[in-house]
């Protein structure tokens, strides 16, 4: 009798785990439910008038055009703010919205070359925070891990600190501020000024993958991950787009980018059309090209110089890219790209591009033997963190003090700061500017104090134009000191094209290199 109590309490004791096996059989088929067939299922219960959504992509290159295209047919759908790095470029990613008209306001880091995003915003028919691309990735970052606020270093002292910037101007034509940016609180640590940025969250975020398995968790490809999992993070209802659906269980626990609790629902994209926004090519060994001569040629050469071997080093739009072209023989270096990719190698062979494969200046590109791929606020932690040892990228105008301006001219250009503010404001950055001594109408583009909204404050440690080599004390406040000079120039020339005082180098002035 003993014998046969003890089976049946085992036996009872048994029958809630085989409920529970019967619970987890539904809770698996549960978890399996967040494929939706189609994007305007996806959305339909998600997005509505006046909603923030944070949209995945850096320029062209990973953007859920899919669930763009169905927002854009949703034309109930109105008074938006989008957050995003940029709208991409006419007539595709966001700048269907913007052409729609659903969007109020946009908190972006950088205008770049769509058009209607830039008429729109200087005839007061767009509201537009502009904020450092590093900067923005934190503030999703800190969204989608609950912190409200931090501390950074990037644009300490600019109008972005200081508040005053245009965010809309009057639609009448007048040119008039209708809302401007408010002063953000600024403190001093270890005796050095950082500005706080508010932690951004959405209502829902739309963003694209690669790969996704039916439980949510996502696989990006090449330097496609860029903001995607910032902006996946930050909102209440994530959408996924992917390339490829996979059942759970395909994809191993360290392939996973992003996983699954951030996803709320996942749709199969349809729309692929992946844009390349400047393909790029290399020059054939016997065509010529890519030999680059003249004053242009002469700043290229000598930023090259500036390479010393082992650095990581990030390069920006034009000239300073353009140096890579001539690193020094025996030198080998890193770049760094802030879209997420260490280890940048040359220009893809003609008919090799691939979308899913930019740099910073959104142009197709390689990647060298031991190259890695990152998130947007995983680079910038590199920049913030001072991993990167140098910095070349091009100026409107530098001061005597090392103040740079390159980001805007108000009421007539607008491209936006980009990952610039973050770049040259990290601790311990060296900086190099490269730029034409005069501008095109014939004025200095160095002098006493920049006119222009700063992109840095006290951040240029040296300055190389067609004309001349400049340090400067950047920390001493001592000033400009002309290092080097370009063949059959003279000392007397320098002066007469720039607006500042300058101290001269022991002489023989050293010559820069003019082949």
């Known amino acids: 009798r003993r014998h046969h109590h003890a089976t049946t309490m085992i036996l009872h004791l048994l029958r809630p785990l085989h409920s529970l096996s019967s619970s987890t059989r539904s809770f698996k088929r549960a978890l399996s439910s967040k494929i939706v067939p189609t994007a305007a299922e996806a959305l ?16 062209c290159c990973g953007i859920p055009e899919t669930l763009i295209n169905e927002l854009a047919r949703m034309k109930h759908v109105d008074g938006l703010t989008a957050v995003s790095n940029n709208a991409g470029i006419d007539g595709f990613a966001l700048g269907v919205l913007l052409e729609s008209g659903q969007v109020k306001r946009m908190i972006s880091s950088y205008v770049g ?9 200087l005839t007061g028919q767009l509201e537009v925070e502009l904020t450092p ?5 934190a503030r999703l970052y800190a969204g989608g891990a609950g912190i409200p606020a931090f501390f950074t270093p990037t644009a300490a002292g600019t109008v972005i600190a200081k508040g005053g910037f245009p965010i809309k101007y009057k639609g009448d034509g007048s040119g008039e501020v209708e809302i401007e940016s408010k002063p953000r609180e600024v403190r001093e640590f270890n005796g050095r000024e950082f500005v706080m940025e508010e932690a951004i969250t959405g209502d829902f975020s739309i963003v694209k993958a690669w790969k996704g398995d039916t439980r949510g968790n996502l696989v990006f490809r090449g330097t496609a991950r860029n903001f995607n999992p910032e902006c996946a993070k930050a909102s ?15 994809l191993g626990p360290d392939e996973i980018h992003l996983p699954g609790i951030y996803v709320k629902k996942m749709i199969l994209s ?26 242009r040629g002469r700043i290229v050469r000598r930023a090259a110089k500036e390479f010393k071997d ?57 990647t060298t033997i031991g190259a890695s791929i990152f998130s947007s606020s995983d680079s910038f932690g590199m920049v913030r963190g001072g991993h990167v040892d140098l910095t070349i990228l091009g100026g409107l105008e530098c001061s005597r003090n090392g103040d740079l301006a390159n980001w805007i001219i108000p009421g007539k250009m607008v491209k936006g700061m980009g990952g610039a503010m973050d770049l040259v404001g990290a601790p311990g950055a060296r900086v190099v500017v490269t730029m ?28 190389i134009t067609d004309l001349c080599v400049f340090d400067c004390d950047k920390e001493g406040g001592g000033g400009l000191t002309l290092v080097e000079i370009a063949p059959g120039v003279t000392v007397e020339e320098i002066r007469a094209k720039t607006a500042c005082d300058f101290k001269i180098a022991p002489e023989p002035l050293p010559l820069m290199d003019d082949k």
């Open 436 to 463: 034409d001594h005069i501008s095109k109408n014939g004025s200095a583009k160095i002098m006493e104090e920049c006119t222009l909204p700063l992109t840095g404050q006290r951040v240029v440690d040296r300055i």
């Open 44 to 59: 339909k219960d998600v997005a509505f008038s006046g909603a923030k959504i944070c949209v995945g992509g850096f320029g």
């Open 133 to 137: 691309q590093g900067s923005l990735a």
């Open 236 to 250: 209440k209802v994530c959408i996924a787009e992917v390339e490829e659906v996979v059942e759970a269980g395909d």
């Open 310 to 366: 082992g650095m990581y080093v990030n390069l920006g739009i034009g000239i300073p890219t353009m140096a890579s072209n001539y690193i020094p023989e025996g030198v080998k270096i890193e770049l760094q790209s802030e879209n997420g990719l260490l280890g940048i190698g040359p220009y893809p062979k003609k008919g090799e591009a691939d979308a899913d494969w930019i740099n910073a200046g959104k142009e197709t590109v390689t």
């Open 270 to 295: 349809k729309d692929n059309t992946k844009h390349i926004e400047k393909l790029t090519e290399g020059a054939d060994e016997n065509s010529g090209k890519g030999i680059i001569s003249g004053p």
């Open 113 to 121: 070359e769509n058009k209607t995003f830039e008429k729109l915003y």
